[in-house]
């Protein structure tokens, strides 16, 4: 089944670590917020208190579900630009390929959050005439964000002049 995955030649470029810590840095103040709501609820409702417990280990359990899937995810994106195309693979559980011809990018986007920009990252999105295409790469550093916008315009325009 990797191999549905498969690049046909080269290796796939992969994103920056420091995207994994910047996610799990939002994990643990959410759902930090949320297992103190929830152990302080247990505290109001049960008079025992015996409530607050589950309620706050569940929320744990939970927390280091996400934390694993978190790295997981970061860890299988990839990118490849080809000759006439550009490649996009992500997914933890349910793998996903996006290939996008050149010749059909409308228009390349980079955004930067603060948070984002806080950890050095950068994110490129590829919009085609299609709405349910899923062209987003995250978790780059802005000097390759640039690039890849710059290089995916280029290659955009000189797919296009045949038309």
Known sequence: MEELFALPEGEWLRIRPSLARLRRLVLVVVLGLVVLVLVLAGVVVSETRLLAWPLGGVGLLFGGWMWWLIGRNVRNWGYAERAE???????????????????????????????????????????????????????????????????????????????
């Open 85 to 163: 195309d550009l490649w996009i693979r992500h997914g933890a559980f349910v793998m996903r390929l996006v290939v996008v011809p050149y010749g059909r990018m409308q228009l390349v986007d980079v955004t930067a959050g603060p948070l984002e920009r806080a950890f050095g990252l950068a994110a490129v999105q590829l919009h085609t005439a299609s709405p349910a295409t899923a062209a987003r790469i995250p978790g780059l550093a802005p000097q390759e964000a640039a690039r890849l916008r710059d290089r995916l315009t280029e290659l955009g325009e000189a797919g296009k002049s045949g038309l």
